[in-house]
């Protein structure tokens, strides 16, 4: 399930940046400071460490997070906004799902981060879009989000071309997950 840790930070990012309150740096810019600065070689950051990338972004806060899975089929997934300034944990939540909705999962813990975080409210239009986003993400099997998951990660690593293949299955197999279009059309420049 490795490859889930850059899926799940990639569709929380596309719902969180739909608070046009708000200004999400993209998951690119932030791994590319992460490589430079030889930090995260595991995968994990720490609140200092999440600290000073916020400040060499010029982000005030960076959110940060993990998830656990059982044998039984639930996810647990925490996050946490950390200011940039202090290096405190200002905020944190913990949501619990199926990993067979999981999608919903990650738009509840989203939800709940535009609350906790005194977020400004969603604009009526942008919550009615959000809400029809969930239901058609409610059909999107758990299997198309770590085909989708090992297509960012292939992203990450520099391996553009085995992204490519990984979203264009993604998408024949899956032709419900907009995520991956949307995704797919970011990676080659355009939109979706």
């Not at 969180?16 to 810019?29: D, K, L």
């Not at 430079?36 to 959110?63: C, I, P, S, W, Y």
């Not at 913990?94 to 409210?121: H, I, M, R, W, Y």
């Amino acid at each position: 399930l490795a490859p889930l840790s850059q899926g799940i930070a990639d569709l929380l990012l596309v719902e969180m940046s739909h608070n046009t309150g708000i200004r999400v740096v993209e998951r690119a810019n932030i791994m590319g400071l992460l490589a430079e600065q030889n930090l995260a070689r595991d995968g994990r950051v720490d609140e200092a460490t999440a600290a000073r990338v916020g400040k060499l972004l010029g982000a005030k806060h960076m959110v940060t997070g993990t998830f656990i899975t059982n044998g039984r089929g639930t996810m647990v997934l925490t996050l946490k906004s950390i200011d940039t300034e202090t290096g405190i944990v200002e905020w944190s939540t913990t949501q619990t799902g199926k990993t067979e909705e999981f999608l919903d999962l990650v738009t509840k813990t989203a939800a709940a981060a535009n609350s906790g975080l005194k977020l400004p409210a969603l604009t009526p239009q942008v919550r009615q879009t959000s809400e029809a986003r969930t239901e058609e993400r409610k059909k999107v099997p758990f299997q198309a989000v770590m085909l989708y998951s090992r297509a960012i990660s292939a992203q990450d690593a520099g391996k553009r071309d085995e992204a490519i293949q990984l979203f264009n299955q993604t998408i024949q197999r899956f032709p419900d997950f907009e995520d991956a279009k949307t995704a797919l059309a970011r990676l080659n420049g355009g939109s979706n």
